[in-house]
């Protein structure tokens, strides 16, 4: 029979306390630490083993997990593990931080011998072990291979690269595409309830599936912004900003065009500098300038 690893868990909030519990329904040793003691005591009456400090938790795991609050609060929380501690473990820091934040952190966990794994949970905790939640890790890449059976006891895992910044880059990347969705479905509902009409019926029988229809023509967006050519389209912006409908029938209605006018703006600008024949994806270019080009 195969021993299972030991795994220890550091931070046991919301998501802290999914993790664990996911760890132990694979299986694992389980060992967890929490600035608040009590909040241990759940997964102690399920299996896991309390350590009595970030030294007593680090030394237990192979593999250490860290999910706190905040990113600045980490580096110090390691530091108490103490060097002696860390060394030889693999520390997969899945706090949410920035790019920069985390190619500090993995010098510094680096530099007190063990080695670094950040990480992005795409889930919310009651997503965690279940098969739509996602978690990205970037950093070192035998760690990650090493211990990928732990990590896919959370969730998918996907390994986007060496440079640890890739995963938050890319876990901000998802959220501000998922922020877009809200903020188009948040204007939407308020216009068709300016109607009174109910936004339940709506989104189920028309816009979730007019959504998915327009999310089908995402990759080709996509590859004209990697090719920089945006001269085929059936819907040239010159057509699409040459009436403000959207926020003028929203006015009428009482609705405030705040959340779409920012686009529309940019779009309006896209077409004055003359790109008025191409499509809505070279937006971006007013966004942020492809070094390349
Ligand atoms: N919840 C989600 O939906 C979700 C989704 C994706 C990613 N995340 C990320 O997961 C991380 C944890 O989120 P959460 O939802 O578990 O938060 P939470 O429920 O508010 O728990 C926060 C945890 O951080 C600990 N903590 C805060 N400051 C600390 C410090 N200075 N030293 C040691 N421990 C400290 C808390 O300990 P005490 O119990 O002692 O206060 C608690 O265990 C965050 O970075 C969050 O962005 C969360």
Redesign the pocket.
Same mark, same amino acid.
């Given at each position: 029979m195969s021993v299972k690893k030991s795994v220890s868990v550091?931070?046991? &909030?919301?998501?802290?306390?999914a993790l664990a519990d996911a760890l132990l329904m694979a299986g694992y040793r389980v060992t967890v630490w929490?600035?608040?003691p009590g909040?241990a005591d759940g997964l102690v009456e399920r299996g896991a083993h309390r350590a009595g400090s970030v030294s007593e938790a680090v030394a237990a795991g192979e593999v250490v997990i860290v999910?706190?609050?905040?990113?600045a609060?980490v580096g110090?929380?390691l530091e108490q593990g103490g060097r002696t501690a860390l060394k030889g473990r693999v520390v997969v820091n899945?706090?949410? &931080?920035s790019p920069e934040e985390a190619r500090a952190m993995a010098e510094r966990v680096t530099a007190l011998g063990a080695e670094y794994l950040d990480g992005?949970?795409?889930?919310?905790?009651e997503m965690i072990a279940r098969p739509e939640a996602f978690v990205l890790y970037s950093g070192s890449c035998e760690a990650f291979e090493t211990h990928r059976g732990v990590l896919d006891a959370f969730a998918r895992s996907v390994y986007l690269g060496a440079d640890p910044g890739l995963a938050p880059l890319n876990d901000l990347a998802l959220l501000s595409g998922m922020y877009g969705m809200f903020g188009g479905f948040l204007h939407a509902a308020a216009l068709v309830r300016s109607a009174g009409a109910p936004v339940a019926e709506f989104t189920s029988s028309l816009l979730a599936p007019w959504l998915r229809a327009m999310s089908g023509g995402l990759p080709e967006m996509a590859a004209q912004i990697d090719s920089g050519d945006y001269s085929v389209t059936g819907s040239p912006l010159a057509m699409q900003v040459s009436h403000d409908s959207i926020g003028d029938v929203s006015r009428a209605q009482g609705v405030s065009p705040e959340l779409f006018a920012p686009l529309f703006a940019l779009m309006k600008r896209r077409v004055a500098d003359g790109h008025g024949a191409e499509g809505i994806a070279g937006v971006v270019e007013l966004m942020h300038k492809h070094s390349a080009r």
């Open positions: 550091l931070g046991l &909030g919301s998501m802290g306390t929490n600035r608040t909040r999910c706190i609050l905040d990113y609060d110090a929380l899945v706090t949410n &931080g992005g949970i795409m889930a919310v905790p």
